[in-house]
Every structure is written in C-alpha cells, then in structure tokens.
C-alpha cells in the first residue's frame, strides 16, 4: 500500500517551453501533497505544499508563476514549469498524505533537463 | 541553527553495524523519519520514531531519539553491499511539514 507514482521518469525540453509533472496517488487518496527539488548531491528541498481543492502553498522563495501546481483531485496533483531555462533542470519528486496520517510516501522523481 | 545536519559520508565493510546521526531542530516535531535513496531514485522510507519514544527497532534497523540533545541516530546491523545509499533523517515542522536533513551517504565494502 500507500504507492505514489510520477510521470514522466525524466524530461528533457528547449528552454522557454513548459513542463507538466503528474504525481498520482495510486491506492490511497491524498489529502496532501508535496512537491520537493533536489539538486545534484544535496537534500530535498520543499518547493509547495498542495491541499485537494485549495490553492498551493509555496515556500518563501519559490515563484508560484514558474511553479504552477493544481491538486484538482484527491489522487492527482501536477507541477507546470513554465518558460523552462536552464537552472530549472533538477530532480523533481512529490510525496503525498492521506487524511490524519502524519506520514509522506514518495514517488520515485523526475529528473528534468531543460536545453 | 536552522539546518538538520548529517554527516556526509560513512563508510563501512560488509557485515558490520552502521551507525548514522542526525541532529534536528525542532523540539517539537512529532516524528522524526529515516529515508533512504538509491541514485537516480525517489525516497523509500525505512522507519520512523514517535517523540515520545526513545528507541525504535524493526528487523536489522534500530532507530534511537535523544529528546534533550535532539540528536537521532539509525543503526543499521550487519551490513550489507545493498545499503549503499544516501540516508536522509526528517523532522517534522509546523503542519506535516517535512525539514531533511543533509544527507548521508553510506558505502559498504565488501
């Protein structure tokens, strides 16, 4: 139980186009999700936080413009960048939660190369 | 400080214990998480302790909490080539929010 799956696995675009990431929740329904980047050999840093139906929360420092997430249902939640350059290219994973667990389960990343 | 820091590297040889540290930040966070990522992967959680507890062991994972000192470890026995990994500790902070730690990175020599 508690799977969550990403897609796609990686990406490669031009810069000045966009990128949609879907993170699925496939045998439980999250309340929550969460969208993190890592770079090469660092932590993950914490981008936004979605809750189904309301507006992402983001992290000081994050564009809510570039990043644009939608949590339209309890099982899905999507990451757009947009206008992709460069210095977007990263290691994008989401996690989710589901009602009254305390605990995030991951899905497995997409790596993102913008050329 | 602001950071949850770890150790960057740990090495150790096949059989023996590992043991990985961590120290947190927030004296209130309720949880506090061991994850571990394989290169190119996501994060797979391995454990995790309540705060009110001051140890935690599942199979070879044993997992310790040091409330005053907010220092958490994870020792792993009996190592295996399979460990090899980075390691990440997590607490958590405010609403099921989710601070990692550094990382470590553990190579087991066979």
């Known amino acids: 139980g508690a799977v969550v799956s990403q897609h796609p696995s990686w990406v490669i675009c031009k810069s000045g186009t966009s990128v949609k990431i879907e993170c699925r929740s496939l045998?439980?329904?999250?309340?929550?999700m969460f969208w993190y980047r890592q770079f090469p050999k660092q932590s993950l840093m914490l981008m936004a936080t979605?809750?189904?139906?309301?507006?992402?929360?983001?992290e000081q420092g994050v564009e809510k413009d570039k990043f644009l997430i939608n949590h339209a249902s309890l099982t899905l939640s999507t990451l757009t960048v947009t206008s992709a350059h460069p210095e977007d290219s990263s290691f994008y994973i989401c996690?989710?939660?589901?009602?009254?667990?305390?605990?995030?389960?991951f899905g497995p990343g997409t790596r993102l190369l913008v050329l | 400080g602001e950071d949850v820091e770890q150790s960057l590297f740990l090495s150790v040889r096949e059989g023996d214990s590992s043991v990985i540290n961590c120290t947190y930040t927030?004296?209130?966070?309720?949880?506090l998480y061991w994850y571990k990522q394989e290169p190119g992967a996501g994060l797979q959680l391995l454990t995790y302790?309540?705060?009110?507890?001051d140890m935690k062991q599942d199979q070879r994972l044993t997992v310790l909490l040091n409330k005053k000192d907010k220092h958490l470890s994870l020792r792993i026995a009996d190592t295996q080539t399979g460990d090899s990994a980075i390691y990440f500790c997590?607490?958590?902070?405010?609403?099921?929010?989710?601070?990692f730690g550094t990382g470590t990175r553990l190579k087991v020599l066979a």
């Open positions: 997590a607490e958590t902070r405010g609403t099921y929010k989710y601070i």
């Open positions: 996690s989710a939660r589901g009602t009254l667990q305390e605990t995030q389960y």
């Open positions: 979605s809750n189904e139906g309301s507006k992402a929360t983001y």
């Open positions: 302790i309540f705060s009110n507890m």
């Open positions: 927030d004296s209130s966070s309720t949880y």
């Open positions: 045998d439980f329904q999250a309340t929550t």
